[in-house]
C-alpha cells in the first residue's frame, strides 16, 4: 500500500527546499591607493571594520613611485607647510608610509596584498616587494594553507587561502609586462585541477591587479602585451571550465582607477561571460570610464570606496560598492590631515583622459 505524506508536510518540505540563500559572511576588496591614499583609505578601514568584514583584499599599486604622492608631497596650489621631501627620502619611505597610514588603520582586521604595476617601477624590484610585506605574504594563514598543499616553497607574490573550507580565494601577480608568467600559470594550473577535484570547494574568488583581456578595462588591462593576452585567457579559459562544472567563478580587479561591475560582458568572449568587476577607487587619481559601457554594466567614477562582498549559504557572493563620501573623509582625517588637502583629494584628484579602446577588446579568442 501507497502512503502519502499529509498536505501541510509536502508544503512545509517544499518551502524549505526554496529557501533563498541567507547571508553567512562578508569580506572587503579595493585596490589602487596611490595618490590620495592616507586620505581615503583609513575612512575605507572604517567602513570595512563597520560593515563586520572577515577580511580586506587590496589589489595592489600602493604608492605612485614614479612621482611624488600628493598625501605624501601635498599640491603647491593649497600653500600648507609640510616639509620638504626629495626623492631618495620619497622611495625610502614610500612603502613604510603605506603601511602605518593605509593598512594600519585595519586594526587586526587580516589584511591580504596583492602587488600592483607601480609595485614594479624601478626603483622597485620583486625581491623589494617581499622583503617589505613578509608579514602579510607570508602570514599564519597563507603558510598553513601552504602546508596544507604540501606547497614546500617559500613565500611569493602570488597566492591562495581557502575560507571555511569552501571558497577559494587566489590572488595573481600581473604586476609585470601585463602577464602571468610561466612558473605562475603552471602553479595555477595545479590549483584549479584541485579545485575541479575537491567537492567540497563551492567558489572560486580570482583577483589580480589588470582585468583579463577583453574586458570592458579596454586598454587599461592585460590587453597592453601579447604575453598579456596569451595567459590572461588562457587563466580566464581554465576558469570557465571550472565554472562548466557547476563550481560558482567570480574575477575582481582594479588598475582602472574606477568602479565597474559585468565587465567580462563584451563581444571578445561572446557566450563564455564570467562575473567580474573593477575597483580601482581606493585614493588613485581617478580616470574617465571608457566610452560605450553598454549592456547592464555600471560604472562610475569620481568616487572612492571598496566592494563589499557577502557570501551566501549556497557559496554564491552578491558585490555591493560602497562609497565613501567626504564627511566619511573628513571624520576619519580629523586632527590628522589638513581639511584643504582632504577637499583635495575628494574634488580635484581626477584625470580628464578618455581611454582608447584597442583591437584586444573587439577581437574574438576563439
Not at 581557502?162 to 602577464?179: P, W, Y
Not at 561571460?273 to 581606493?282: E, Q, S
Amino acid at each position: 500500500m501507497r502512503r502519502f505524506l499529509p498536505a501541510f508536510f509536502v508544503l512545509c518540505f517544499a518551502g524549505v527546499a526554496q529557501s533563498p540563500p541567507a547571508p553567512v559572511w562578508k569580506f572587503a576588496i579595493s585596490g589602487d591607493s596611490r595618490n590620495c591614499g592616507d586620505v581615503v583609505m583609513p575612512a575605507i578601514a572604517s567602513a570595512v571594520l563597520a560593515s563586520g568584514a572577515n577580511f580586506y583584499w587590496h589589489l595592489g599599486d600602493f604608492r605612485a613611485i614614479y612621482d611624488f604622492d600628493e598625501d605624501m608631497v601635498p599640491p603647491a596650489s593649497l600653500h600648507l607647510n609640510t616639509p620638504h621631501l626629495n626623492i631618495i627620502s620619497y622611495l625610502k619611505g614610500a612603502w613604510p608610509n603605506f603601511i602605518e597610514h593605509q593598512l594600519r588603520p585595519f586594526g587586526s582586521l587580516e589584511v591580504f596584498l596583492g602587488i600592483g604595476n607601480h609595485e614594479m617601477i624601478f626603483p622597485q624590484t620583486r625581491e623589494a616587494y617581499l622583503a617589505q610585506f613578509e608579514s602579510y605574504l607570508n602570514s599564519a594563514r597563507l603558510r598553513d594553507q601552504r602546508q596544507h598543499d604540501h606547497d614546500t616553497g617559500s613565500f611569493r607574490t602570488y597566492y591562495h587561502w581557502v575560507m571555511n573550507g569552501a571558497i577559494d580565494f587566489i590572488s595573481l601577480d600581473n604586476a609585470s609586462g601585463n602577464a602571468f608568467d610561466k612558473a605562475q600559470m603552471e602553479w595555477f594550473r595545479a590549483r584549479i585541477a584541485e579545485d575541479r577535484q575537491n567537492s567540497a570547494i563551492t567558489t572560486i574568488v580570482f583577483g589580480a591587479h589588470e582585468a583579463l583581456p577583453g574586458s570592458k578595462g579596454m586598454s587599461h588591462s592585460m590587453c597592453d602585451s601579447p604575453a598579456g593576452i596569451e595567459s590572461g585567457r588562457e587563466a580566464h579559459n581554465l576558469l570557465w571550465d571550472l565554472h562548466q562544472t557547476g563550481k560558482k567563478v567570480y574575477l575582481l580587479a582594479s588598475h582602472s582607477h574606477f568602479v565597474m561591475d559585468d565587465v567580462y560582458r563584451t563581444p571578445y568572449w561572446g557566450d563564455r561571460v564570467l562575473p567580474g568587476w573593477i575597483v580601482g577607487t581606493a585614493g588613485a587619481v581617478r580616470y574617465r570610464l571608457p566610452p560605450g559601457v553598454t549592456g547592464g554594466t555600471i560604472g562610475r567614477t569620481d568616487v572612492y570606496g571598496f566592494l563589499l562582498g557577502t557570501v551566501m549559504s549556497d557559496g554564491s557572493i552578491q558585490f555591493e560598492f560602497k562609497e565613501i563620501t567626504l564627511d566619511e573623509l573628513r571624520r576619519a582625517n580629523a586632527g590628522k590631515t589638513p581639511d584643504s588637502l582632504v577637499h583635495w583629494c575628494y574634488e580635484e584628484n581626477k584625470d580628464q583622459t578618455i581611454p582608447a579602446p584597442v583591437a584586444c577588446a573587439i577581437n574574438t579568442p576563439r
